[in-house]
């Protein structure tokens, strides 16, 4: 099973007993106020409710028991700085059915919706015990309740794969998850493993990989007879020791998430899926660890990739890009009509914009404006860094055609944008997503661990620039 945790009805049902509960901005505050009966203002009044970000008033009957919610969305500099505040709220909600009163227009509706779905969400695959009973809502009118089931399943899907530790997500694991998904949507996929990859012209996918117990595998999913071809490739290295350039213990600590590429296009392929989109999917996943032993790669190595470019290896803990090389390069021999690619590459991209704000990369400037649109639209952030052409000396040594590892540490991000870029050559329209897949700190719908990003962004632009 591929761990997809919101039920067929995500949304609660029991109608009889339902507490309504309004969302009022602050700016919206004070109308809202004169319409209640004077013992709820005096009770608003009396608890300080200003209706602040996330500020909940548990307004009580007669009698004292709960009679309706009410539930702050802020000023609009607040909703501009804070997504899902109804998701945040739902946690801090007693664990009953609501019924939403609200003056939002579609697109807020829908925000707000999904954040009450992912406001549910908990990692307890470790832990004991029964979860904690969850407050449920009914439906709101005029969203796509099946749209948004599917988005939260696949973002669910993304945080309990970067969640699991590398103990328990290896290779192995990750393709069983892959298989799973598969299973699940009807799919066809297939895996070469080990020496394979050595024999299916796979080198660099190997060359990472071989180091470990855990052997290398290429995962491969095809769905979908018809429309646009559509290819994902996400980065699947389930740990990072950075090779024989070992890492120190600090900057190892949280790399059970370096397959948060992987996680992400899989959450994306169910989305697509689960919504049957009239498109000829391929998901593409390179699924190794990056161990040391006796026959780790070398700094100084040169290995020839798929492609046929040879690569030196000036640094053992630059391998996603190498595991990627092959991956698109494979992919891109069919020319897809659009391809994706998502890692977590660099920590370039981290120091530039920070853990919220992934970079993405491509020579496609409508694609880039139909992404940037829809992060704005939907608020999945993202922002666009350059393809800079005079940088492409940074990734030849000289010694071989390509540097996985430029010396001197500058514009990180954008040399590996680079050198991937490199390895598509057919396909017309390639985009590369730098992102983090963690959240360091528990924000409203998003608590601390893995979290997807990019996914809704691209799940709302691709229909776009597939022309569907």
């Known amino acids: 099973m591929t761990d997809i945790a919101e039920p067929d009805h995500p949304f609660g049902k029991d109608t009889s007993r339902a507490v309504d509960l309004h969302l009022v901005d602050t700016e919206g505050l004070s109308a809202w106020a004169d319409m209640q009966p004077k013992r709820v203002r005096k009770f608003l009044e009396n608890i300080g409710f200003t209706a602040s ?32 505040t109804l998701g945040g709220a739902r946690a801090k909600l007693p664990a009953q059915t609501y019924r939403l009163h609200h003056q939002l227009d579609a697109e807020d509706l829908a925000h707000e919706a999904l954040g009450w779905l992912l406001g549910g969400y908990t990692f307890r695959k470790f832990r004991q015990g029964a979860p904690k009973p969850l407050a449920q809502m009914i439906a709101p009118a005029g969203v796509d309740v099946a749209q948004l089931a599917a988005i939260a399943a696949g973002e669910t899907l993304t945080r309990n794969l970067i969640n699991t530790p590398a103990s328990h997500m290896g290779p192995e694991e990750l393709e069983a998850a892959f298989l799973g998904l598969a299973q699940e949507h009807g799919a066809e996929a297939s895996v070469i493993y080990g020496d394979d990859l050595l024999y299916q012209n796979l080198p660099l996918i190997h060359a990472v990989g071989r180091a ?22 996400g980065k699947g290295v389930c740990f990072d020791t950075g090779g ?18 992987a996680a992400t296009v899989m959450g994306l392929a169910h989305m697509i899926m689960a919504q049957g989109w009239p498109v000829q999917l391929r998901m593409l996943v390179p699924a190794v660890e990056n ?81 940037l649109e829809a992060s704005a ?46 390895f598509v050559e057919h396909c017309p329209r390639f985009a590369h997503f730098d992102i983090y ?27 776009k620039a597939l022309g569907l």
């Not at 970000?53 to 500099?77: E, K, N, S, Y």
């Not at 470990?212 to 491969?220: F, H, M, T």
């Not at 161990?291 to 630059?318: C, F, H, W, Y």
């Open 53 to 84: 970000t996330g500020q909940i008033a548990l307004v009580p009957d007669a009698d004292g028991m709960l009679a309706h919610v009410a539930v702050g969305r802020g000023t609009a500099r607040d909703r501009a700085r804070t997504r899902f």
């Open 212 to 233: 470990s117990e855990r052997s290398p595998r290429l995962l491969d999913m095809r769905w979908g007879s018809a429309g646009p071809r559509l290819t994902l490739v």
């Open 244 to 261: 024989l350039n070992l890492k120190p213990g600090g900057s190892m600590g949280l790399m059970k998430k370096d397959m948060g590429g």
């Open 291 to 371: 161990a040391v032993s006796g026959n780790a790669m070398r700094p100084g190595d040169i290995l020839i990739s798929r492609k046929g470019l040879s690569v030196e290896i000036n640094n053992t803990d630059a391998e996603g890009r190498l595991v990627l090389a092959d991956a698109l390069a494979l992919a891109d021999e069919e020319t897809p009509d659009l391809m994706i690619c998502m890692a977590t590459l660099t920590g370039a991209a981290r120091v530039a914009l920070g853990p919220d704000v992934p970079p993405f990369f491509t020579y496609d400037a409508d694609m880039a404006r139909m992404l």
């Open 377 to 422: 639209q939907i608020r999945d952030p993202l922002w666009q860094l350059p393809l800079h052409p005079a940088y492409e000396a940074k990734i030849e040594p000289g010694i071989a055609d390509l540097d996985n590892a430029p010396a001197g540490g500058m514009a990180g991000a954008i040399t590996a944008a680079l050198f991937l870029h490199r």
């Open 437 to 463: 897949g963690y959240q360091p700190n528990a924000a409203p719908a998003r608590p601390k661990g893995g979290v997807g990003q990019g996914a809704r962004a691209l799940y709302e632009a691709l229909p």
